[in-house]
């Protein structure tokens, strides 16, 4: 308590003593602008208003009212103005008059600094800005001293010294506090400010020296009259040499540069520091896989719900039953006919049962090159009018003649034709249903949907000679299976992994579950018991599908086009027929006839681990971000690493030496490394190019030469410089690989989270590749990454895929679904060939982008990664300790 | 003896009627219900009321037939010609033929109308169209208050006066539609309360709101045009029309139970022919040319005839070869007609009638194009989509069909399309699909130029009016025309977005006016383009860039609590004195005891 009173004293009596210092010229102007604000603030504007006589006014400048070039700084708008105003001027007008002496600054305030910025404002406004804005306030007069201030500070320390480096002129400081003032200070005149201080550098630089009378004349004047004498505090000329002051501060100032508290430097340069950025990469990489495994936690996922609430669903009766069953079995006669035929036939057959249901129908043509095989076929599609719509908007069922797994859909097909038949029956429909027969369920879907948004390619797919409106549903039935099911798997990947509107399949869940008594599974979980372990691998069967971005069904390709759409496929032998499932198909129908809008209320983004549990974006992209992350602080910490001096021993020695002394920096070279990486990277189209260009039989020959590629230019690149690489450079290399996967990665996971967190794991050994010729890395690590790397590569990954896919594929499923055995047996024999085939297909025919994300992001990072792994150890001799600089 | 006199007038007035050819003066009110067979199993009905009133008892305010408060309107909103459409479903050119009335009577879906306004300049126009509307809108209970300045265009080609006018040069046209308007019953309602016999008899009792809206196209016109015979009076004529396309086996259903539950297996019609047919296996047999009563069909018969109208006019007629057998209830007299193709009936006045078309004979049910009547070939098809997709850019595609083989065909095409869909007029462009896909461009090219002849564009003006588009261009025969263009979406304001803005907006139809090729050669100065047959296209729904509604009450929801939290309790604060317990006056029980003693010392002192 005591001590607070005793300072407060001290800084008051400070004050007072500095302003029983002040000299007299600035006395008198701070006396005559205090009056003048009483005189204003007495008799406002009643019997002589002051601001009106006196301000700056351009418009009525003239020789009679030249009087106010001199008092517009005396007056002011108001009493903060005034107060902001002494504020600023006092001490660098006592520090002018100091310098200049009382009459120099009588004669120059009074005189030429006055008038000569009004005329120069009054010149700029009237004549050049064609404004009149009148201006008053001693401000100008403040920003004219700080100038001058200014440009003297500048002489003596011409830098502000940020991090030993000069950076910052000090003359730019009053341009930095004059925008500052234009942005804080309501109705403050930026041209009158900037006319001050443009006077004030002028005058700085001497320029104007010749306005301030001579020191003969001044010292006549002072003897005559004997002002020394006779004045209090007037500040005479003789003084003004030594200054009054003995010897000014302003001259003393030493050359110091400005340093960051020691505290800060300290810990910057503790070598602690760099250390840490491993370790924090891994706990990202820990953490962020960690989350996935508590995301099937009752905590942290969510019940689904019905978002849409006009979905209503399996609010409705359906009526799908009776002597429908008797049409169904005559259709599957005609469809078992068709068995075995060519496509054209089938259609040429199928076409006059529809015509007969008064439906129009059309067809499509459409040819598909992908790996050297070729797709084509001929869709036949029927649109049923709506009875009293007007073709603004349909839905889509869809039956394709063969499913995913090259079955014939022979209880699809015919149901899909019975379904329009008792469809056609009802008025009720707002929306036209087109009903889409295809040839198969990858490329005749995406032929169809691309011509329907024309955005097909017209030579190789015919355009649609009938449309509808807009496409607000598609639902896709795939009932291959004879006899009798047990329970419907819907299937809902779309292309690149987008997702339908978590709605649909919400609807389908509660009309088939809760309606009609069916259960539904999900991600080919047959048996779900609702526990951690079942809904853990159920995510991640859906992660591991939407990584891979590949078309799981019909439905998958209406999704990119904002078309919310979803396969039924009965499965396991129950008591539900075919009936059932078109009541579900009916009710789901209903229930998209009830929308008004367009599929939206409900989550785009979204992982099932259940029927009714997910999570949402906003739960589990934390995870991928993570993993992304580790890259981008490794790169980080990489860069930093490769701004410090190579040498270990040295650097201790140094840090023994002067650790409070400069930083040191070292020079990078950027050329070297940056031209390695953009070469990788650019190289990266090209396995992108023959992967999806390449004939089928020379796939396999281009993967074992992308494999082997790597080493070589890895051997290629570390002996082809003329000078050997510095560790700098690998450094370097490695930071901006990782840096751009990290930036890649980090923006994938917001589009396709799981291809994002799938390749962000298995790059997880490029965080920690230890650099070849860093001093501690023996034989033994650098061995161990090589492995290392060349286990987790994408070529590696590609073979693991197409054994380990097809075995657990074909393993984890049972009898019901027999048919993903052979699919797993196809994939194995298949190997790395099917793979390449899959995803040559989905680039050609889907648009599917996961080959882009690992050719062009995942690969040049790996062979950047190998680059370094095997880099030449350098022969280092003392001519080649990299360049340092020290700041002066 | 009532019989007998009536009779008689019946025979002076047929023999009126059949002696000079109808005037409009002494036929004041008929109506009409035509019933035409089209193909799997539909039935079109249309119905034509008309009445006139001469333009001099108009001015004077005596309406007989005309109804008052559709004639008050009009002289109240100084409205020379009117043509109103209420219209639901399309039309299923392919199938059915040409349309009805050359397409005349129709609108596109929604509500549409047009009127040639009494007016010298555009602002005076433009107050009485807003007069006009919004007392329409009163009267039909439709939304045409709705058609604002940015949905109302002033055609330039398109539309011709069906009337009589004597003085073109202060007219008007102002047309306007409304593409998202629902018609239900209570537009039909009102409409029919203009007629003389307001629905109670005549052929007009077999309207129903039920019937008519579960129709697979239907189409409500109310047509107000002045006559003048020459030599005669001139005349204000009314014409309300009503056609709709029913779908017989779904009319059949009873009112009470429309659910189209699955017949019993018996009743499934099958085709036996099928090698697999047997009692739980059937290949059905669908459309067959199904027996229709009047009242299975509209669920009533119809009411005698209205006293009013003009009974030399038969009121309904039924377009079936003659060679089909009709059943008629009795007092029902049956008139073929000389062309062989359609017969109609005379009702007296307070019998019911009911009408049957049987089953054709196994015979001539082998060929079905016998038993109903060809559908005459349109003049043209039209199909419009729109092309792309996403929410930022967009096209049109009208696809124009000309059936013919040796006719050309011009017409001139119309758009009135909202503002926020901004087209780019240099895309717009009309070429001939090719019979072969690969022909090499040249060649096509030449033939292109010529398709388009004239185009006139009004562009769109921000949130005050939309794009007009009339295209006048040809179609040679037996060739496909591609008009194609693009547009950009705008991105609408907040609170611009109509309710269930995920929706989408609906566009207008496009109105195809077919010139007719007899007139084409006199119209030199293109001031009278008769128009031979008009069609309109289906509307289009188009998805703007919608934002998520939710977000902005989240943060309006989120800023309030926050600000009602913190300005309460600051308040609160600020506002309260505080005082210490003992410091306060006492409150409750006790200070009421303090002044009952305090009275009470009062007293006793």
């Not at chain 2, 602002?123 to 039909?140: I, M, P, R, Y």
């Amino acid at each position: 308590m005591n001590s607070v009173t005793n300072s407060l004293k001290l800084s008051l009596g400070r004050t007072a003593t500095h302003i029983d210092r002040l000299p007299l010229f600035t006395r008198v102007v701070l006396v005559v602008m205090v009056t003048l604000e009483v005189l204003r603030v007495l008799f406002p504007r009643s019997w002589w208003d002051l601001e009106e006589w006196g301000r700056l006014e351009p418009d009525v400048m003239g020789i009679a009212t030249m009087y106010r070039t001199n008092t517009y700084p005396l007056i002011h708008t108001s009493a903060i103005h005034l107060i902001l105003n002494l504020i600023g001027l006092t001490p660098l007008l006592e520090r002018f008059e100091a310098s200049h002496g009382t009459l120099t600054s009588l004669a120059l305030f009074v005189g030429p600094l006055s008038t000569g910025p009004a005329l120069i404002y009054v010149v700029l406004e009237r004549f050049i800005l064609r404004m009149n804005t009148p201006i008053v306030g001693a401000s100008i007069w403040g920003f004219l001293l700080f100038g001058s201030e200014a440009i003297r500070h500048h002489k003596v320390t011409p830098y502000v010294v940020i991090a030993g480096k000069p950076t910052i002129p000090t003359w730019t400081a009053p341009i930095a506090v004059l925008f500052v003032a234009a942005l804080l200070l309501p109705g403050s005149s930026f041209l009158g400010h900037a006319i001050g201080l443009g006077v004030g550098y002028v005058y700085g630089l001497g320029y104007l020296k010749f306005l301030s009378p001579p020191d003969k004349i001044l010292r006549w004047i002072e003897g005559k009259l004997n002002l020394r004498v006779r004045l209090p505090h007037f500040v005479s000329v003789d003084q003004k040499t030594y200054g009054r002051f003995g010897v000014l501060p302003l001259t003393n100032l030493a050359p110091q540069p400005v340093v960051a508290p020691a505290t800060v430097m300290q810990l910057r340069r503790d070598p602690r520091l760099l250390k840490l950025p491993p370790y924090i990469s891994l706990l990202c990489i820990v953490i962020g896989v960690a989350w996935l495994f508590l995301l099937p936690l009752d905590q942290y996922s969510r019940r689904t719900y019905i978002s849409e609430n006009a979905l209503l669903p399996g609010q409705v009766h359906t009526y799908f039953s009776g002597s429908d069953q008797n049409v169904f079995r005559a259709y599957k006669h005609e469809v078992n006919e068709l068995v075995g035929k060519d496509n054209t036939a089938i259609n040429d057959k199928l076409e006059p049962i529809i015509k007969g249901l008064g439906l129009k129908t059309a067809r499509q043509n459409f040819t598909y090159h992908a790996a050297g095989q070729t797709f084509a076929g001929e869709n036949l599609y029927a649109i049923l009018q709506a009875p009293r719509g007007d073709a603004t908007e349909a839905i889509v069922l869809v039956a394709a003649w063969e499913n995913v797994r090259h079955e014939v859909n022979r209880n699809g097909v015919p149901l899909a034709l019975t379904l329009l038949r008792y469809f056609k029956r009802w008025s009720l429909w707002s929306k036209d249903i087109i009903l889409l027969l295809t040839p198969d369920s990858i490329a005749g879907p995406q032929a169809w949907v691309d011509a329907y948004h024309d955005a097909h390619d017209p030579a190789r797919v015919a355009s649609l000679p009938l449309k509808s409106g807009l496409l607000q549903g598609a639902i896709a039935i795939d009932y291959a299976q004879e006899g009798r099911f047990e329970s419907l798997h819907v299937v809902y990947d779309g292309v690149n992994g987008q997702l339908p509107n978590l709605d649909l399949i919400n609807s389908i869940v509660n009309i088939a579950g809760g309606q009609m008594g069916i259960g539904v599974a999900l991600q080919e979980m047959w048996h779900h018991n609702n526990g951690y372990q079942d809904r853990l691998s159920t995510m991640l069967r859906g992660m591991l599908k939407q990584g891979f971005g590949l078309a799981s069904g019909p439905h998958s390709s209406f999704i990119p086009y904002h078309v919310d759409a979803v396969t039924l496929r009965p499965f396991g032998e129950g008591w539900q027929d075919e009936m059932a499932l078109g009541r579900v198909v009916e009710g789901s129908f209903r229930s998209l006839n009830n929308l008004l809008e367009h599929l939206h209320q409900s989550f785009f983004f979204y992982l099932l681990m259940q029927r009714e549990r997910f999570v949402s974006i906003g739960t589990y992209l934390p995870s991928a971000m993570l993993v992304a992350a580790n890259f981008t602080i490794m790169a980080i910490a990489l860069w930093v690493k490769s701004g410090q001096p190579a040498s270990k021993t040295e650097k201790k020695a140094e840090k023994e030496v002067s650790t409070p002394s400069a930083p040191t920096t070292v020079e990078r070279d950027l050329f070297l490394p940056l031209g390695v990486v953009a070469l990788i990277q650019s190289l990266s189209v090209l396995p992108l190019y023959l992967f999806n260009h390449a004939l089928e039989t020379a796939l396999t020959l281009f993967f074992i030469v992308f494999t082997l590629l790597p080493s070589f230019l890895a051997h290629f690149l570390n002996n082809f410089p003329s000078t050997p690489t510095t560790p700098q450079q690998y450094d370097l290399i490695r930071s901006f690989s990782l840096l751009l996967l990290g930036m890649f990665l980090s923006t994938l996971a917001t589009l396709n989270f799981s291809l994002a967190l799938l390749v962000g794991v298995l790059a997880v050994p490029l965080t920690f590749v230890p650099n070849s010729i860093s001093p501690n890395s023996g034989l033994p690590s650098r061995v161990l990454a090589t492995i290392l790397l060349n286990v987790f590569n994408p070529t590696a990954v590609l073979v693991g895929l197409g054994l380990v896919y097809g075995w657990f594929g074909g393993g984890g499923v049972d009898a019901a679904a027999g048919a993903d055995v052979s699919n797993g047996v196809k994939w194995m024999t298949g190997g790395v060939w099917g793979v390449l085939r899959e995803a040559a297909v989905g680039w050609h025919v889907c648009g599917t982008y996961s080959p882009v994300v690992v050719w062009c992001v995942w690969w040049p990072a790996w062979v950047a990664a190998q680059v370094v792994v095997l880099g030449k150890k350098e022969v280092k001799t003392g001519s080649e300790v990299p360049r340092e600089k020290k700041d002066a | 003896m009532r019989r007998f006199l009536s009779l008689l007038w019946l025979s002076l007035l047929s023999f009126f009627t059949f002696s000079a050819p109808v005037s409009a003066t002494d036929s004041d009110y008929h109506e009409q219900l035509n019933l035409r067979p089209l193909p799997l199993s539909s039935l079109l009905a249309s119905f034509n009321f008309r009445s006139n009133t001469t333009l001099s008892e108009f001015e004077k305010g005596n309406f007989r037939f005309f109804p008052r408060s559709l004639a008050q309107i009009l002289q109240h909103a100084g409205t020379r010609e009117l043509h109103l459409r209420f219209s639901l479903g399309r039309w299923d050119a392919e199938t059915w033929g040409a349309r009805p009335w050359n397409g005349a009577r129709e609108g596109g879906t929604g509500v549409e109308l047009w009127a040639w306004l009494e007016a010298d300049t555009n602002e005076e126009a433009d107050h009485k169209w807003l007069t006009l509307t919004n007392a329409l809108s009163g009267l039909f209970c439709a939304s045409l208050n709705f058609i604002d300045g940015t949905r109302t265009t002033r055609p330039v080609m398109s539309f011709q006066p069906e009337g009589d006018h004597s003085a073109v040069d202060n007219m008007q046209l102002l047309y306007g539609v409304l593409p998202h308007e629902v018609v239900c019953t209570e537009n039909l309602t009102p409409f029919l309360k203009l007629l003389p016999c307001k629905g109670k008899a005549g052929i007009a009792t077999l309207l129903d709101g039920h019937k008519l809206f579960d129709s697979s196209w239907q189409s409500m016109a109310i047509d107000i045009r002045p006559i003048c015979p020459a030599g005669g009076e001139c005349v204000l004529q009314i014409e309300q029309t009503i056609d709709m396309v029913l779908d017989i086996d779904r009319s059949k259903r009873p009112r009470g139970n429309p659910i189209p539950r699955p017949p019993p297996s018996e009743q499934l019609p099958c085709d036996a022919s099928k090698p697999y047919n047997s009692h739980d296996t059937c290949f059905p047999v669908d459309h067959t040319n199904q027996e229709w009563t009047l009242s299975q069909i509209f669920g009533k018969t119809v009411k005698g005839t209205c006293p009013l109208a003009d009974e030399a006019v038969p009121p309904v007629c039924l377009q079936v070869h003659h060679s089909r057998s009709v059943f008629v209830s009795k007092d029902v007299h049956e008139k073929k007609n000389p062309d062989g193709l359609s017969r109609c009936f005379h009702i007296s006045p307070e019998t019911d009638m009911e009408l049957m078309l049987p089953r054709p004979d196994d015979a001539e049910a082998a060929s079905s194009s016998t038993s109903i009547i060809a559908a005459e070939t349109p003049l043209l098809y039209a199909e419009r989509s729109f092309t792309g997709h996403g929410q930022e850019r967009g096209g049109v595609q009208t696809i124009l069909r000309n059936p013919s083989p040796d006719t050309e065909v011009e017409f001139i095409y119309m758009e009135s399309l909202p503002w926020f869909m901004r087209i780019y007029l240099h895309t717009m462009e009309a070429r001939i699909a090719s019979q072969q896909p690969h022909t090499n461009a040249s060649s096509s090219a030449s033939s292109y130029s010529s398709l388009i002849e004239q185009v006139y564009y009004r562009p769109a003006l921000d949130r005050a009016r939309g794009t007009q588009l009339e295209v006048r261009m040809r179609v040679p025969p037996a060739s496909t025309v591609f008009l194609t263009y693009d547009f950009e979406k705008s991105i609408l304001r907040y609170t611009e977005y109509p309710p269930d803005a995920n929706r989408g907006f609906d566009v207008a139809a496009a109105v195809i006016t077919i010139l007719d090729p007899t007139t084409q050669g006199q119209e030199a100065g293109g001031k009278e383009l008769a128009a031979a047959y008009t069609l309109r296209t289906t509307s289009l729904l188009c998805s703007l860039p919608t934002p998520d509604f939710s977000m902005p009450y989240n943060v309006i929801i989120f800023t309030s609590t926050a600000i009602a939290l913190a300005f309460g309790g600051m308040f609160n604060i600020l506002v309260r004195r505080f005082v210490a317990a003992d410091e306060g006056p006492e409150a409750g029980l006790k200070v009421l005891i303090a002044k009952l003693k305090a009275r009470v010392k009062g007293v006793k002192g």
